[in-house]
């Protein structure tokens, strides 16, 4: 099996937001190790600020994997706008690695479908 491997300046945007507001999410990928390290930028289209989110992952022994994510320049964005508060993106992302992660990684296992 072959993987495909995203590279260094590649751009990928999404909606995202509250019920109240959608923003335009501005990600571009600034290093890549393959099958342990991904960074990318994280900002928004018509905002200021700009973060840093990277996601390690590193063997625990026991054909066990841990993923680390580290998120970082919050203070970049504005400070009265509420959306954009450090809380959410904590909750966001616990949220994201504790449910859906975590039954799509269940379902790939049950099925077969992880690479060793």
């Given at each position: ?33 393959p099958v342990q390290r991904l960074c ?9 600020g700009i973060t840093e989110l990277c996601?390690?992952?590193t063997p625990a022994g026991d054909n ?53």
């Amino acid at each position: 099996m072959s993987l495909n491997f995203p590279e260094v300046g590649f751009e990928f945007r999404f909606w995202g937001g509250t019920e109240n507001r959608q923003y335009l999410h501005i990600c571009v990928i600034t290093e890549v190790i393959p099958v342990q390290r991904l960074c990318h930028t994280w900002s928004y289209e018509e905002t200021p600020g700009i973060t840093e989110l990277c996601f390690e992952i590193t063997p625990a022994g026991d054909n066990l994997s841990k993923l680390k994510l580290s998120h970082a320049g919050f203070e970049t964005f504005p400070a009265d706008n509420p959306d954009l508060d450090l809380k959410n993106f904590d909750e966001g992302w616990e949220y994201i690695l504790g449910t859906p992660l975590k039954n799509y990684l269940e379902k790939k296992l049950i099925a077969g479908g992880l690479v060793d």
